[in-house]
T-cell receptor, first 114, second 113 residues
Framework: AQSVTQPDIHITVSEGASLELRCNYS??????LFWYVQSPGQGLQLLLK??????LVQGIKGFEAEFKRSQSSFNLRKPSVHWSDAAEYFC????????????FGTGTLLAVQP | SQTIHQWPATLVQPVGSPLSLECTVE??????LYWYRQAAGRGLQLLFY??????ISSEVPQNLSASRPQDRQFILSSKKLLLSDSGFYLC????????????FGDGTRLSIL
């Protein structure tokens, strides 16, 4: 069965420090992978997506993610975190096809210390 | 460009009352539409999706129903709300037959008293 695991429920980093949020997926075919960010009380905003090709993808707000097929991972990174990055981050794998449903991880809540 | 609207943003309802949440999309035709619920401290649970007018698929058995009376309109309803229906409801749209991402509305915070 398809699934997404985000092993870190909550992460705290200092402003200016680097960030890596982990995501592992289980999917039988070539996965279509996404990272979304959710600020409190808001909807989800797409940060970046991976379909094929270059395994390092760049997104908005200075984020990037690397697809590693051998590890079934799609970790999100940012070299220097800003206080405005405090939010919840969701990894998702897409089923594609006519329904184009997404399977989400349970999210990682990021806190940024001054 | 495409936009998605959800309303109301916040709703407080008594147990046993009816519910109607509305979602509309602009700037695209024949989108797939989705309703999610997000309980406090938990991830997103897909409730319903629709690939066309009048076509509704339910992902989980529950007290809620969905309808799609027009191409870009998606409605989430209940005849009698339960306490367990409290949560944050998100509508999203996407393009079927592609692997493009879904795009989300700003959500409705539903509190049941």
């Amino acid at each position: 069965a398809q699934s997404v695991t985000q092993p870190d429920i909550h992460i705290t980093v200092s402003e200016g420090a680097s960030l890596e949020l982990r995501c592992n997926y289980s999917y039988g075919a070539t996965p279509y992978l996404f990272w979304y960010v959710q600020s409190p009380g808001q909807g989800l905003q797409l940060l970046l997506k991976y379909f094929s090709g270059d395994t390092l993808v760049q997104g908005i707000k200075g984020f990037e993610a690397e697809f590693k097929r051998s590890q079934s991972s799609f970790n999100l990174r940012k070299p220097s975190v800003h206080w405005s990055d405090a939010a919840e981050y969701f990894c998702a794998v897409g089923a594609g096809g006519a329904t184009n449903k997404l399977i989400f991880g349970t999210g990682t809540l990021l806190a940024v210390q001054p | 460009s495409q936009t998605i609207h959800q309303w109301p943003a916040t709703l407080v309802q008594p147990v046993g009352s009816p519910l109607s949440l509305e979602c509309t999309v602009e700037g695209t035709s024949n989108p797939n539409l989705y309703w999610y619920r997000q309980a406090a401290g938990r991830g997103l649970q897909l409730l319903f999706y629709s690939v066309g007018i009048g076509q509704i698929s339910s992902e989980v058995p529950q007290n809620l129903s969905a309808s799609r009376p027009q191409d870009r309109q998606f409605i989430l309803s209940s005849k009698k709300l339960l306490l367990s229906d409290s949560g944050f409801y998100l509508c999203a749209w996407g393009l079927g037959g592609t692997n493009q991402p879904q795009h989300f509305g700003d959500g409705t915070r539903l509190s049941i008293l």
